[in-house]
């Protein structure tokens, strides 16, 4: 600022002030919103935040943004600046912590059932879904007791998200017999002469779930001096109960005359 004063006769005087302007007031921002805990599926917009300045008027707000989030758990850090045209800055930052506590949804898992000893289905191929983690591992686990056709098998899907948010579900499969087994080998009943009467057969048997087989043998003989019947039984019972049994029945007869002996 410069003041001068001349006099009549032309003589003139000068005097300046300097004013040297400065601005050292930083600028406010507005509008940064508090840290939060969130959802992982409802993670929220970056906010709208602007800044004044007591000085300057045409300010930009700048804004990053640094995240570690992994499939629903992690981090984020969003970050405004602002600087106004002396230098001064301003930074603020939100802090989101994002969790998943949603567990992963198993889908395609089969009721429980029962089946055939012999018909035991494969096991289901079982998926799984979640709010947030796209790569999950479906694991599966089988017991079994199931002992010649007759038991129980437990199937179990297990599923964990990268937050360890985990689903299991069981399948359970109760396991029965109820085919009986087949004799084989079971003779033909038939008519003998009293002194050809032929050794018991060896009679054998299959099972559609059971391999350990026992075959029993009975007789029940009721003839008397080379006349009645011999009724032969095999009866056989796998591990769950069933049974079997199949008969012979000879008929021995005396055709023969007797032989006399000593007659003069």
Do not use: H, K
Not at 15 to 31: F, I, K, M, R, Y
Not at 237 to 263: F, I
């Amino acid at each position: 600022r410069t003041w001068t004063a001349t006099d009549a006769c032309g003589n003139a005087v000068t005097a300046s002030q300097t004013l040297t302007v400065e601005d050292t007031a930083a600028p406010e921002l507005v509008g940064v919103p508090d840290s939060v805990l969130v959802s992982c599926d409802a993670i929220p917009a970056a906010a709208i935040v602007t800044a004044s300045d007591t000085c300057d008027s045409t300010l930009t707000v700048d804004f990053s943004e640094t995240s570690d989030v992994v499939e629903g758990c992690g981090t984020i850090v969003r970050t405004w600046t602002v600087t106004d045209s002396c230098g001064n800055s301003t930074s603020a930052e939100q802090t989101i912590d994002v969790e998943d506590v949603e567990a992963p949804v198993l889908a395609g898992v089969p009721a429980d059932e029962t089946v055939a000893c012999d018909a035991i289905p494969a096991a289901a191929i079982v998926t799984a879904s979640d709010n947030c983690d796209s790569t999950l591992t479906v694991d599966f686990s089988e017991t079994s007791d199931v002992v010649e056709g007759c038991g129980t098998i437990v199937r179990t899907w297990t599923v964990t998200d990268e937050c360890a948010n985990t689903a299991e579900a069981s399948q359970t499969l109760t396991v029965e017999d109820t085919v009986a087994p087949v004799l084989a080998g079971v003779p033909a009943d038939e008519t003998v002469a009293c002194d050809a009467i032929p050794a018991a057969a060896i009679v054998t048997a299959a099972d559609n779930c059971d391999p350990t087989l026992v075959v029993d043998f009975s007789e029940v003989n009721s003839v008397v001096e080379g006349c009645g019947t011999i009724v032969r039984t095999w009866t056989v019972a796998d591990s769950s109960g069933n049974s079997a049994t199949a008969s012979q029945t000879l008929t021995v007869e005396d055709t023969v005359a007797p032989v006399l002996a000593g007659v003069p």
